[in-house]
């Protein structure tokens, strides 16, 4: 494993990252215009895709402003549940995908929410979102969207979309509410972060970062989790991580 920093360095590490004074009421008022427009939910549609172990759904509950997005959600077999949770966003370029991909973490017991990704998914993974933020000149993607205001930066949506995942999420009467992770690589690693800071009860996450990582902030604490680099997309606005670890669907803590 390729590291910038000896372990003890990488555990003492604080960025130099300083955060704009209204940091905090800015990612309060938007979460809290987000909720006020919809509450937390989801509907769950039963799909039929010839698999024997797992149940498959398509859910669609509300993100930023209300605005419907759409995931996949697998669990076992006619499981009653409490299960524990994992709740995977994607990587840059890429939605929610096809109902029959990624079945690994249904298939270890897990009940597994695959975020669709706003405005994304005509790369390697095909998405069922749109984005209905405001728009203007760009470079081609979504890394600019919006750039000129922070109110109106596409990472605002996109950050509060996996924020109301965890939301909706909780609402499931098969989902162990205290034991949910998030989990993401790359865009998907940065998403992760941005929701272990945001969500005030909410800690377990599991990020792969590489290409998004735009600052380094390590999370105050890791268990089992080695990284190099913390993802941030908007430096000014992106959300603190607090900790990262990793979820066993075997364990009754």
């Known amino acids: 494993m390729f590291v910038d920093l000896p372990e003890a360095d990488l555990r003492a590490y604080r960025s130099a990252q300083v955060d704009p004074a209204d940091f905090d009421s800015f990612w309060n008022a938007t979460l809290a215009s987000s909720r006020a427009a919809a509450p937390a939910g989801a509907r769950l549609d039963a799909v039929e895709v010839g698999l024997r172990t797992l149940d498959v759904f398509d859910v669609t509950f509300p993100g930023f402003g209300g605005q419907p997005i759409r995931a996949w959600?697998?669990?076992?077999?006619?499981?009653?549940?409490?299960l524990p949770t994992v709740v995977q966003y994607q990587g840059y370029g890429g939605g929610r995908g096809r109902p029959t991909e990624n079945l690994l973490y249904a298939s270890a017991g897990f009940?597994?929410?695959?975020?669709?990704?706003?405005?994304?998914?005509?790369?390697?993974?095909?998405g069922d979102t749109a984005d209905s933020g405001e728009t203007g000149p760009q470079i081609p993607g979504v890394m600019t969207r919006g750039i000129d205001s922070r109110d109106s930066y596409y990472y605002?949506?996109?950050?509060?979309?996996?924020?109301?995942?965890?939301?909706?999420v909780r609402t499931?009467?098969?989902?162990?509410?205290?034991?949910?992770?998030?989990?993401?690589?790359?865009?998907?690693?940065?998403?992760s972060l941005a929701v272990a800071g945001l969500v005030e009860d909410f800690v377990p996450c599991y990020r792969r970062?590489?290409?998004c990582a735009t600052?380094?902030?390590?999370?105050?604490?890791?268990?089992?989790t080695r990284t190099t680099r913390s993802c941030a997309t908007w430096?000014?606005?992106?959300?603190?991580?607090?900790?990262c670890s990793r979820l066993s669907p075997t364990s009754t803590a």
């Open 209 to 211: 970062c590489r290409s």
């Open 156 to 168: 605002r949506r996109l950050f509060t979309d996996a924020v109301r995942a965890i939301d909706a």
């Open 172 to 191: 499931l009467e098969f989902v162990d509410a205290e034991r949910i992770a998030v989990l993401g690589g790359s865009q998907g690693g940065g998403i």
């Open 111 to 126: 009940a597994h929410l695959l975020v669709d990704t706003r405005g994304q998914g005509s790369g390697w993974s095909i």
């Open 73 to 82: 959600l697998r669990m076992p077999r006619g499981a009653a549940g409490p």
């Open 215 to 224: 600052s380094r902030a390590p999370s105050r604490s890791m268990t089992r």
């Open 235 to 243: 430096p000014s606005t992106a959300p603190r991580s607090r900790t």
